[in-house]
């Protein structure tokens, strides 16, 4: 058996997350960018933010901007300023991935599921257990 194989499919990146200070300006200039329309918008109450896609499938860009000064992403923005927030991995089976994850010392953040765009299940895992990248793991609902 070859040593670099593996049994598990490589992952499939659902998409990357922006933070940005708002919505509007954000799309005008993805807009502009990629030479289309955005394929979504959303308000996920949730997570205290408005989130605008761009693609279908996998690897869309998430534009996320914070709806109220206590969303999470408006203290990530305080903090560290607008860009790159998260890179999110498509798992078909949430509880079983954080299982694994748990297993190997690998942190979520609670809540530990919580409802993403779309109707999805997602999770994120902590970036001080993962190399200080923030990675959202979602389950799609209707797949």
Known sequence: MDKNKTSSPSPIIDHIGIAVNSLEPAIERWT?????QSSGRETV???GVDVAFFGKG???VELIAPINEDSPIASFI???GTGLHH????VPDLEM????????GIEPIPPKIRQGSAGSRVSFVHPKTLDG???ELREEVNE
């Open 78 to 80: 305080k903090k560290r």
């Open 32 to 36: 502009s960018l990629l030479g289309s």
């Open 87 to 90: 890179v999110c991995i498509r």
């Open 97 to 104: 991935a954080l299982e694994q994850a748990e297993a190997r």
């Open 133 to 135: 990248v923030l990675l």
């Open 45 to 47: 109450e949730s997570e």
């Open 58 to 60: 996998s690897g869309r």
